[in-house]
């Protein structure tokens, strides 16, 4: 398929081990290439352009720190995954991290305007039941964002416990970014699939809250309210190969600063656990 000249672009949706090799090999044919994650950062949606503008607006004045978290509930995990699912197998590149891990970072790294690697201040993983030396179900991290005081932190989870008497307690899914600046706060609920809900909460220390849904940009043209973030990405990548402007683009370096901060998240989180095996 690489090879035939009838051939323009090429969707590379395989497991994570697999994105570079064949990634190359369409490159090398001369085939344009849309990549899964986490190689690659999706392009932002309506919705996540409205919540960086208000940060960059200065409306409620410095960041200070953000939370970001995307998890699904354990009860709720077998509908989602499959119990040999690849994403939790080591040799295909699995791992929370890896799979839902890369959305609330990427959320944190774009809304806080941080497009270097993050340093990483602590990381702790939880364990896979498939395996547990090497592949993480959770993945709780801090950062320090460049060039600031400020502060981030990230939790994803493949199997989210409950809360209560011996956890039994059904959780909801957790798909939230927090900002929190100066003068007030930010909340996006719903960012990984802003299409089917989606709620922006701005909270000022002074003055009423007010809550902002963006179904469809501004001016945007044949955008419909259904359009997934995929969509929009999809639609991005086709105004690239046409020469079009896309409404966003992701920077040719962000990719690598999105691997390096994860490639730090679980460094420390392997130094964190060697550090308690040592202790105890």
Known sequence: ?????????????????LHYEWTVKAIHANKHVLLEKPIADTAAEAAALRVR?????????????????FAVPGLLSGLFFEKDDI?????????????????????????????????????????????????????????AL???????ELYCDFAMPGWGPLALLPRLPKQRVTLRMEG?????????????YHYITIAPREGRARTE???RR????????????????????VDKVRGRT???????EDPVNQMKTIEAIYAKASATLLSRLQEN
């Open 1 to 17: 398929l690489i090879d035939d000249p009838e051939i323009d672009a090429i969707y590379n949706p395989l497991p994570n081990m």
């Open 53 to 69: 503008e208000i940060v960059r607006s200065g409306e409620l004045g410095r960041l200070t720190s953000v939370s970001a978290e």
């Open 87 to 143: 994403r939790f197998q080591y040799p295909l590149g699995g791992g929370c991290m890896m799979d839902v891990g890369v959305y609330p970072l990427a959320a944190i790294r774009f809304f806080a305007d941080a497009p270097g690697a993050l340093e990483v201040t602590h990381a702790a993983a939880t364990p896979h039941a498939a395996d547990r030396a090497r592949v993480d179900r959770g993945m709780r991290a801090a950062f």
């Open 146 to 152: 460049p060039g600031t005081d400020a502060t981030a």
């Open 184 to 196: 007030g706060t930010v909340e996006f609920y719903g960012f990984p699939i802003p299409h089917v």
């Open 213 to 215: 849904k963006v179904y």
């Open 218 to 237: 501004p001016g945007g043209g044949e955008d419909q309210e259904w359009w997934s973030t995929y969509r929009y990405q999809l639609e991005a990548f």
């Open 246 to 252: 896309p409404q966003y683009w992701t920077p040719q």
